[in-house]
T-cell receptor, first 118, second 115 residues
């Protein structure tokens, strides 16, 4: 089955630093990847849609300068949380949609990254 | 109009029982309805999905029932097992347009199956 990995799985950083999270589709190509944020015992909130070779599309209320997204290849998207603050602490999850399959838009999710900003 | 409303928030079922989780939507442009299972500290995993051209889909112990006229769909877990204890999310997405493929999630249901 389609596998999506994320790295790192957990990261603790100091306030003011930047953190990069990688999302990879391991056995398929993904033209589109999505980044979500999830608070404890809450649902997933879509942050942005990442398209290979073009700028990401951010959801309303998500600061694009704060959450930098790069989708440089068909198997890799990165989310960089810039100048992180404690309120950015959360569980970040990516998903990837397999490209090249007409009519299919199943999203496969990564295992998530737990970010803690001290 | 983009919301998907999920109920109940939490559900306790005895082993061997049937777990039923319901979702309702407003946007008639939704045309893909997946269910995801999430364990603590993990990403969601796709369980089963349905398109609006069918009223029911079954995969093993998991069944989706879909009522297009009522704009409702539900997940039935037959013979529920303690290992099914997790959070379940329904979702919906639109095939085309600017919202292509974007999932709108329900609020989630925490299922606990007692042995």
């Amino acid at each position: 089955g389609a596998v999506v990995s994320q790295h790192p799985s957990r990261v603790i950083c100091k306030s003011g630093t930047s953190v990069k999270i990688e999302c990879r589709s391991l056995d398929f190509q993904a033209t589109t990847m999505f980044w979500y944020r999830q608070f404890p015992k809450k649902s997933l909130m879509l942050m942005a849609t990442s398209n290979e070779g073009s700028k990401a599309t951010y959801e309303q209320g998500v600061e694009k300068d704060k959450f930098l997204i790069n989708h440089a290849s068909l198997t890799l998207s990165t989310l960089t949380v810039t100048s992180a603050h404690p309120e950015d602490s959360s569980f970040y999850i990516c998903s990837a949609r397999e490209s090249g399959t007409s009519g299919r838009y199943t999203q496969y999710f990564g295992p998530g990254t737990r970010l803690t900003v001290l | 109009q983009q919301q998907v409303k999920q109920s109940p928030q939490s559900l306790i079922v005895q082993k061997g029982g049937i777990s039923i989780i319901n979702c309702a939507y407003e946007n008639t442009a939704f045309d893909y309805f997946p269910w995801y299972q999430q364990f603590p500290g993990k990403g969601p995993a796709l369980l089963i999905a349905i398109r609006p051209d069918v009223s029911e889909k079954k995969e093993g112990r998991f069944t989706i029932s879909f009522n297009k006229s009522a704009k409702q769909f539900s997940l039935h877990i037959m013979d529920s097992q303690p290992g099914d204890s997790a959070t379940y999310f329904c979702a919906a997405s639109i095939r085309g347009g600017t919202s292509y493929g974007k999932l709108t999630f329900g609020q989630g249901t925490i299922l606990t199956v007692h042995p």
